[in-house]
């Protein structure tokens, strides 16, 4: 039986080669084609993974406002003001500081910071 099968298989495939060729073709084809485009999809994965990781990971944003949270000892909605000792803290702990103010927002004197960033 399984002889029998293997002689039309083989028999077939001789007698229409070119239809045979072409669906060996397509078949090499759409595999390649599946695997190139989950070998895509799987590096973009990792690009975006490796982008997205290092981004902001030295990154620190304050502004004035108020606390939404309890912290302190203080209760929540205070107040907080920066004043010049916090600035001039930031610029002695983290030379490579700069500020970046919002647009419409007060922007903070210039001379108050050493813009040596290579950000």
Do not use: C
Not at 25 to 53: H, K, N, P
Not at 72 to 86: E, F, L, S, Y
Request: glycine fraction near 10%; proline fraction near 4%.
């Amino acid at each position: 039986m399984f002889r029998d099968l293997l002689s039309q298989s083989y028999a077939a495939l001789k007698h229409n080669r070119r239809r045979s060729l072409l669906t060996m073709l397509g078949m090499a084809w759409g595999i390649a084609t599946v695997v190139l485009l989950l070998a895509y999809g799987d590096g973009f994965q990792r690009g975006l993974f490796i982008a997205f990781q290092s981004f902001g990971g030295r990154q620190i944003t304050m502004w004035n406002g108020r606390t939404e949270m309890q912290a302190g000892g203080t209760k929540a909605g205070t107040p907080i003001q920066m004043t010049r000792n916090d600035l001039d803290y930031l610029r002695n702990e983290g030379p490579s500081a700069y500020p970046h103010v919002p647009r419409g927002q007060q922007a903070i004197p210039r001379r108050i910071w050493h813009a040596q960033s290579k950000l």
